[in-house]
T-cell receptor
Framework: DTAVSQTPKYLVTQMGNDKSIKCEQN?????MYWYKQDSKKFLKIMFS???????INETVPNRFSPKSPDKAHLNLHINSLELGDSAVYFC????????????FGPGTRLTVL | GQSLEQPSEVTAVEGAIVQINCTYQ??????LSWYQQHDGGAPTFLSY????GLEETGRFSSFLSRSDSYGYLLLQELQMKDSASYFC??????????FGTGTLLAVQP
């Protein structure tokens, strides 16, 4: 029944490591997103994909590379992790013409030590 | 660019009515959305205004005035479970949402 799922829920790693977060949605949506929520709860769009094609890249460092193998999956790979990458990362999805109504995954809390 | 400002915190008592304001600056947008986020949880969609005026969904109502660059979320018959952060968000042709600064609502018994 899970609409948007993410794994892992928690990720603790050392600076300089590479890690991935996976996201899947079973809502049949065309569009998927990655958001970053910082310690002050500010929620900021990072990437948006529509039918596996990248349509938004919000000046995110190129250490962050999203990959969409199909329209139900959007993964996020992060190279050379830095302290400032510590945050909660949310995946979301929506219909392409209803981008105001987005369904969020449970989030992945990334802690870089 | 686009920006949205909200009060950082609001406190109210159970059973009361509370209004969370959102003022924005933008060159154009399709509509204003509202999301709720409980501590440790994910944002969940509450309401959307494409047109000026009031939209009502149960205990929650949302209002938009494009001429005033202003909107608000009205929560009635407050319950303890309404304690959460509330975000307004602008959606537009760029296929993304720009979120406001968020308002932490504390409902007291």
């Amino acid at each position: 029944d899970t609409a948007v799922s993410q794994t892992p829920k928690y990720l603790v790693t050392q600076m300089g490591n590479d890690k991935s977060i996976k996201c899947e949605q079973n809502l049949g949506h065309d569009t998927m997103y990655w958001y970053k929520q910082d310690s002050k709860k500010f929620l900021k769009i990072m990437f948006s994909y529509n039918n596996k094609e990248l349509i938004i890249n919000e000046t995110v460092p190129n250490r962050f590379s999203p990959k969409s193998p199909d329209k139900a999956h959007l993964n996020l790979h992060i190279n050379s992790l830095e302290l400032g990458d510590s945050a909660v990362y949310f995946c979301a999805s929506s219909q392409v013409k209803e981008t105001d109504t987005q369904y969020f995954g449970p989030g992945t809390r990334l802690t870089v030590l | 660019g686009q920006s949205l400002e909200q009060p950082s915190e609001v406190t109210a008592v159970e059973g009361a009515i509370v209004q969370i304001n959102c003022t924005y600056q933008t060159s154009g947008f399709y509509g204003l959305s509202w999301y709720q986020q409980h501590d440790g949880g994910a944002p969940t969609f509450l309401s959307y205004n494409a047109l000026d005026g009031l939209e009502e969904t149960g205990r929650f109502s949302s209002f938009l005035s494009r001429s005033d660059s202003y909107g608000y979320l009205l929560l009635q018959e407050l319950q303890m479970k309404d304690s959460a952060s509330y975000f307004c968000a602008l959606g537009g042709a760029t296929n993304k949402l720009i979120f406001g600064t968020g308002t932490l609502l504390a409902v007291q018994p």
